[in-house]
């Protein structure tokens, strides 16, 4: 009775493959993302120079997007933008909650900041900054707040309670505020690499221990 080797089992050839590919898809996306993670803080705050234009008061207010008072109760500052959450009493236009979120770029010497626990009259678009649903800008009307609300009256009428979707600075967006969201891309596919190595070793690993033996050749018995 003699024994001969066989071929190596399909199964056991298939998961190796696998193995070698998905190490190199692993790899690939660890290195992207640790590159990017570099860049991100070896990378500078971008700065610009800003030169306002008069605004008129009237064209101002007509053209915002909202106009509301409000009171900022929060604040985070982020690489090139901070984000405040306001807490709203009086709304001119707009739909605008009784909290909400208000970016404003800090690229410029343009950019506007908002005292925590002081009341402002704001003039706020679409929101640019992330996390924000309203934005600020550092142009603005060159009057007092009083002539201002003045302003929005004529335009508007009486001010209103607010009455519109409300919006807050959540734990999660404490969280990834700072991180841009390509990063945090990159971040999720380095993840995933890994998830899918994991899961390919452990597959990798139940094979071998299914196999006849550890270099995958069977052993046949011949008379």
């Known amino acids: 009775m003699s024994t001969s080797q066989g071929p190596p089992q399909p199964k056991y050839v298939r998961s190796q493959r696998l193995w070698r590919t998905v190490r190199r898809i692993a790899f690939g996306g660890l290195v992207v993302a640790l ?3 570099v860049g991100f803080f070896l990378q ?3 700065q610009g120079t800003c030169s306002c234009a008069v605004v008129d008061p009237d064209k101002a207010v007509a053209g915002a997007a909202a106009v509301f008072i409000g009171t900022p109760t929060k604040v985070l500052h982020g690489r090139d933008s901070d984000l405040y959450e ?15 979120t208000v970016g404003t770029s800090t690229r410029t010497e343009c950019n506007t900041a908002f005292v925590v626990g002081r009341p402002s009259l704001l003039l706020v678009s679409a929101p640019v900054s992330a996390g924000a649903r309203w ?15 003045a302003t929005a009256q004529i335009t508007y009428g009486p001010a209103h309670p ?26 999720l596919a380095a993840l995933g690499c890994i998830g899918v190595a994991g899961y390919a070793t452990w597959e990798l ?11 995958g050749e069977g052993d046949t018995i011949a008379e």
Do not use: M
Not at 135 to 145: I, L, T
Not at 162 to 187: C, H, M, N
């Open 35 to 37: 590159l990017a993670v």
């Open 44 to 46: 500078g705050v971008p």
């Open 86 to 100: 306001f807490q709203v009493t009086e709304v001119f236009s707009g739909e605008v909650g009784a909290v909400t």
């Open 135 to 149: 934005q600020a800008h550092g142009c603005g009307p060159d009057v007092s707040a009083a002539e201002l609300r």
């Open 162 to 187: 607010p009455r519109g979707d409300g919006a807050e600075i959540t734990t999660w967006t404490r969280f990834t505020y700072k991180v841009p969201r390509t990063l945090q891309s990159l971040i």
């Open 205 to 215: 690993y139940r094979t071998q221990r299914s196999a006849p033996n550890e270099s």
